[in-house]
Nanobody, 122 residues
Framework: VQLQASGGGLVQPGGSLRLSCAAS????????MGWFRQAPGKEREFVTA????????YYADSVKGRFSISRDNAKNTVYLQMNSTKPEDTALYYC????????????????WGQGTQVTVSS
């Protein structure tokens, strides 16, 4: 599966942004989808993941209550709604896909998008 992330940009603290990740192929619904991010000088970290049937979602503590992941299997797209953004949310955001069960470990995701930059600043 090939992934294409988009929607990044500059947002003021407290603002909102929605990222999208479009997937190629006809088997999108068979993949667990996740979002990860990498801030300057830091390692890439888990942000959120959604199960294949949207029955389960998982969030890093740092974004819980502010970010929301969703997916539209008919459109082969996963979304990351970012609300109440903070300067520490500034990072390159990646979407990723894996077959099998849910995982928070980026090493278990074989498919990655190219990343989209999010900058939270006034």
């Amino acid at each position: 599966v090939q992934l294409q992330a988009s929607g990044g940009g500059l947002v003021q603290p407290g603002g909102s942004l929605r990222l999208s990740c479009a997937a190629s192929g006809r088997t999108f619904s068979s993949y667990v989808m996740g979002w990860f991010r990498q801030a300057p000088g830091k390692e890439r970290e888990f942000v959120t993941a959604v199960s294949r049937t949207v029955s389960s979602t998982y969030y890093a503590d740092s974004v819980k209550g502010r970010f929301s992941i969703s997916r539209d299997n008919a459109k082969n797209t996963v979304y990351l709604q970012m609300n109440s953004t903070k300067p520490e949310d500034t990072a390159l955001y990646y979407c990723a896909a894996r077959a099998g069960g849910i995982s928070f470990d980026q090493r278990t995701f074989p498919f990655w998008g190219q990343g989209t930059q999010v900058t939270v600043s006034s």
